[in-house]
């Protein structure tokens, strides 16, 4: 009998194939709103199954000068989702480039070039992000990732909501995905219970009450780290007045490298029921 010569690739002998489950993923982002801004962190590990493999992952993403993301799951989903948004961005800088240049043209359709933002907002990205999640989730070949969204809406008022693998979205003054809506989120909303509560919240009580969750989440979830980034979007004075560039209306302070502070294991020490203890 004579060999084949067909190649292999020539015809699929199986059906095509989805991610049926992560591999490379990040754990909990955790998120806070206070009354001028959104506080948003999370750690910079990428754990391969349960071996802790990357170490210097960023999983806060600067989209423009309000908002932030913040990606919990896959991380090549992640990779995805930011080259994806790099495009949006630059698409959407061109665009305001062209209106800069041709201010009649915005004025014929009926805006003011002297009041309207170039800028997308928030609740904008929300809304693209939704669409972009629920269209892969009907073509079942989901984007593994939960998503937060934080930063100032149009109004530039806080905001922040988040984006599952399946297109469902959820606003609320705290957030967090992964571990973190177990174990960062009762201790956000013992703080923060409501919107009302949000807006008496200062930046640096916000700040604190992240740090401390970064902290509970270093200790009890086994794949995050002591090394996490964190960003606080927040509106400047300039927001306040009518017809202020989006970019001087509001500012983002990122660090990507933060270490936890004042860490203490002396809880540990009341563990039982784990390993050789049995008393």
């Known amino acids: ?41 999370a750690d910079n590990l990428a754990s391969y199954g349960s071996l ?25 989903d992640m990779q995805h989702l930011d080259r994806m948004l790099n495009s949006l961005s630059i698409r959407e800088n061109y665009l305001s480039d062209l209106d800069s240049q041709h201010p009649s043209a915005s004025a014929a359709d009926g805006d003011n070039p002297a009041t309207t933002s170039k800028e997308l907002h928030a609740r904008n990205l929300h809304t693209y992000i939704q669409k972009a999640m629920y269209r892969r989730r009907s073509e079942l070949n989901p984007l593994w990732n939960v998503i937060l969204i934080a930063g100032l809406d149009g109004a ?34 013992k703080k923060v219970p409501t919107e009302a509560d949000a807006k008496k919240l200062s930046r640096e009580e916000a700040v604190s009450i992240v740090k401390e969750c970064m902290k509970v989440l270093f200790y009890r979830d086994a794949r995050s780290m002591d090394r996490y980034s964190i960003a606080v979007i927040e509106r400047t004075g300039a927001a306040a007045a009518e017809g202020v560039d989006a970019e001087k209306a509001s500012t983002v302070e990122m660090k990507d490298d933060e270490k936890l502070e004042q860490q203490s294991w002396a809880f540990a020490e009341d563990i039982r029921g784990y390993g050789t203890q049995v008393n």
Request: charged residues 15%; proline residues 7%.
């Open 1 to 41: 009998m004579q060999p084949s010569h067909e190649s292999p690739y020539s015809h699929r002998s199986e059906p095509q194939s989805h991610t049926q489950s992560p591999l490379v993923t990040g754990t909990s982002v955790v998120a806070l709103k206070y009354k001028d801004g959104v506080v948003i962190a």
């Open 52 to 76: 802790a493999r990357f170490t210097s992952v960023k999983r806060l993403r600067q989209f423009n000068s309000r908002v932030v993301l913040g990606f919990g799951g896959d991380v090549s």
């Open 156 to 189: 530039h008022n806080p905001f922040l909501a988040s984006v599952d693998l399946l297109g469902t979205t959820f606003e609320s003054p705290s957030l967090a995905t992964g571990f973190g809506s177990h174990l960062a989120q009762p201790l956000m909303r």
